[in-house]
C-alpha cells in the first residue's frame, strides 16, 4: 500500500513539472541552447514567438543548481512558429519549434514577436527580435543579413 502510495505521489509531482505539449497533429521540434563563441551558423530560421514560459525548477529548486550541465539563468521556455528558413537544417518552414534560452538573450521579445534565430546542429545559438519594419511576408528576405549575435 506504501508503495503504491509513493508511486501515485510521483506521477503527480511528475506531470505538474511536464512541459505543456502541442497537440498530436502538430510537429513540434525540441531545440537546445547553447552560446555562439564565434561559431559559423549552420541555419538561420525566421520565427514568431508563440508563447514564452519562465521554466521551472524542479523539487527543492535542484534544476537551478550551476553545477548542472543544463543550467540556464533565468531559464525561459519558448514555443514559436516557423516563418522562414534560410537553407534545409532542424528547422523547416511551417513547424513549430521550442527551446530554452536566458530570459536576458530574448531582449525583450514577447509572445507574438518576429524573431531570427541561428542554429548549429539541434542547438540555437543566437537569438534577435526583428525591426519594426519586418513582416511575416518580409521576414524570408530579412533573415540572411539579420544580425544575430
Given amino acids: 500500500m506504501a508503495l503504491q502510495f509513493v508511486a501515485a505521489t510521483a506521477l503527480i509531482l511528475f506531470n505538474l513539472t ?32 508563440i508563447q514564452i514560459n519562465k521554466e521551472g525548477h524542479g ?5 537551478r543548481s550551476p553545477s548542472l550541465g543544463g543550467s540556464l539563468p533565468d531559464a525561459q521556455r519558448v514555443q514559436a512558429e516557423v516563418l522562414a528558413v534560410d537553407r534545409p537544417g532542424q528547422a523547416s518552414l511551417g513547424t513549430k519549434i521550442g527551446f530554452r534560452i536566458p530570459k536576458l538573450d530574448l531582449r525583450g521579445a514577447n509572445e507574438g514577436a518576429l524573431v531570427v534565430i541561428g542554429m548549429i546542429g539541434e542547438n540555437v545559438v543566437c537569438f ?9 511576408a518580409s521576414v524570408a528576405g530579412w533573415i540572411a543579413g539579420a544580425p544575430c549575435p
Fill in 59 to 63: 523539487l527543492f529548486g535542484i534544476g
Fill in 18 to 49: 511536464r512541459e505543456e505539449s502541442y497537440a498530436m497533429a502538430d510537429r513540434l521540434v525540441q531545440l537546445g541552447w547553447e552560446w555562439r563563441a564565434e561559431r559559423a551558423l549552420e541555419q538561420r530560421a525566421g520565427l514568431r514567438l
Fill in 128 to 136: 534577435a527580435p526583428a525591426p519594426a519594419e519586418v513582416t511575416e
